[in-house]
T-cell receptor, first 114, second 109 residues
């Protein structure tokens, strides 16, 4: 079984809808991250969490919110989806202060907002 | 945070060494050099990291110049499965990575 899972893997939604992307991990890592990837733009950090009570904004947090329900679960919400949020979304985890640079990524969620 | 410059794309023959350069002339003393790669539409994969010394693991070698202004990732025997986008990232050891454009490595038979 994959260490970092994301659901759904693909989603098509309409403008204005609320949508939640979920991430779960079995690696026992404290740190979790959400990125988005657009063609030609590389990965950009949306939010990150260093533990259950710690949530931080990344480069592009506007229009997104997150919830860290448990050490193993980190959800990303789009309260009112818009077409320019169409992208590939990745969740990642890392071991924390011992090896913070070593991030493990999920398979991604392809989101299309029409 | 130091900015990195990588070539947009590179080709390498299968079985040969792939040498991927990265310039980071504004790197500061506490910033690490990390390398990740992303195979098409998959999540990025950690490869290696270093601060001052050269590093080697089962995937690759990382050569950092003495002045730390540039580095080279070496895949000693490239295979077709090494075709990917390779990201050089320079950051303090905080775990918050900022990915740039990377180098698209095409390994050819």
């Amino acid at each position: 079984d994959a260490d970092v899972t994301q659901t759904p893997r693909n989603r098509i939604t309409k403008t204005g809808k609320r949508i939640m992307l979920e991430c779960s991990q079995t690696k026992g890592h404290d740190r979790m991250y959400w990125y988005r990837q657009d063609p030609g733009l590389g990965l950009r950090l949306i939010y990150y969490s260093f533990d259950v009570k710690d949530i931080n904004k990344g480069e592009i947090s506007d229009g997104y919110s997150v919830s860290r329900q448990a050490q193993a679960k980190f959800s990303l919400s789009l309260e009112s989806a818009i077409p320019n949020q169409t992208a590939l979304y990745f969740c990642a985890t890392s071991p924390g202060t011992s090896r913070p640079y070593e991030q493990y990524f999920g398979p991604g969620t392809r989101l299309t907002v029409t | 945070d130091a900015k990195t410059t990588q070539p947009t794309s590179m080709d390498c023959a299968e079985g040969r060494a792939a040498n991927l350069p990265c310039n980071h002339s504004t790197i500061s003393g506490n910033e690490y050099v990390y390398w990740y790669r992303q195979i098409h539409s998959q999540g990025p994969q950690y490869i290696i990291h270093g601060l001052k010394n050269n590093e080697t693991n089962e995937m690759a070698s990382l050569i950092i110049t003495e002045d730390r202004k540039s580095s080279t990732l070496i895949l000693p025997h490239a295979t077709l499965r090494d075709t990917a986008v390779y990201y050089c990232i320079v950051r303090p050891n905080t775990g918050k990575l900022i990915f740039g454009q990377g180098t698209t490595l095409q390994v050819k038979p």
